[in-house]
């Protein structure tokens, strides 16, 4: 599903099949007596990172949303874990792993000024670019978008309530509540107390619950109301989506300024609003479009295809009962979809 970029002379940030160089690196000398040393070979500065990578782009991803400015982070991330690695006479790194996540954490928010600035310019609502996976049951494809499924995934829904935080605000809210991270190892990547953290995470979770209820309706109950709702979209059956929207439904279109057939600058609210404007343009605007039921940040969506390129892609978000839709979130910027085939 993903598109894979050519080989690039850097070292890689989509894909690690190999060390930047054919040299293997170790940490420390092995062991003479405990084994020979042609059998304790000890693994190379990209092997370690591999082993981390998708627990390192979730965590990112969730914090920036955006798939090009987690790899960007994971490149940087990547060239300060190996110049650490092979620095000659460093002592070794107890814990790979918490070396890797404090690293891609703060450089993802040392990311966050560049990535507010182009959102305050961005044309029209700005939604999370998706990770569009496999569909609903089906097996999951070894790829970048896929890899990061089978970690932590964070909906749509909230990602875009996980943007109104502040950037320290979010890293904690995505290592404590998505990851587990206990608030002492959070306060050791962020370089602050533990009852700095403890403040953090729940002035972050109160803002959240206050947004969106805890309880979300199970995939099987969201992939029959997508069903449902795309079978009215497409019919222009404005009694049916009367029937299946939630009187104070909020739907988000992000075309970025590029896209045909986007609904305008706005959010549109409310129920009479969101029915009239889908029987209006969805009928017409997806005329010679085929439909794809897809996993969408582990949730099931809907695939607009234009030939073979991606024209849309369709999340929505539920009432907690799983009755009624109460957000629709719409990205047709070319650019979020680049990834996806």
Known sequence: ????????????????????????????????????????????????????RELLFSLVYNMLGGIADTEDVLQETWLSWTA???????????????????IAVNRALAHQAAVTRR????????????????????????????VALRGESVSMALMVILQTLTPLERGVFVLHEVFGYPHTEIARIFDRTPAAIRQLAHRAREHVHARRPRFQPAAHVRQQVTERFLAAALGGDLDALLE???????????????????????????RDSVARLITAIAPTSSEGLDVAFRSVNGDPAVLLLAGDAPYAVIVLDLTPDGDRVSGIYAVANPDKLSHVD
């Open 84 to 102: 650490r690695y092979q620095a000659p006479h460093a002592p070794s790194i107890e814990s790979p792993r918490a070396y890797l996540v404090r």
């Open 1 to 52: 599903m993903t598109h894979h970029p050519p080989p690039d002379p850097r070292p890689p940030a989509v894909s690690y099949d190999g060390p930047p160089t054919s040299a293997s690196v170790s940490v420390s000398a092995p062991d003479p007596v405990a084994a020979p040393t042609a059998a304790r070979q000890l693994p190379t500065a990209t092997e370690v990172f591999h082993d981390h």
């Open 244 to 270: 299946i929207l939630a009187p104070e439904v909020v739907m988000c279109t992000d075309g970025g300024g590029r896209a045909r057939g986007t609904t305008g600058r706005r959010p549109v609210r409310g």
């Open 119 to 146: 959102r305050e310019t961005y044309p029209g609502p700005w939604l999370p670019e998706p990770l569009v996976g496999s569909a609903p049951g089906a097996p999951v494809e070894d790829d970048v978008a896929d």
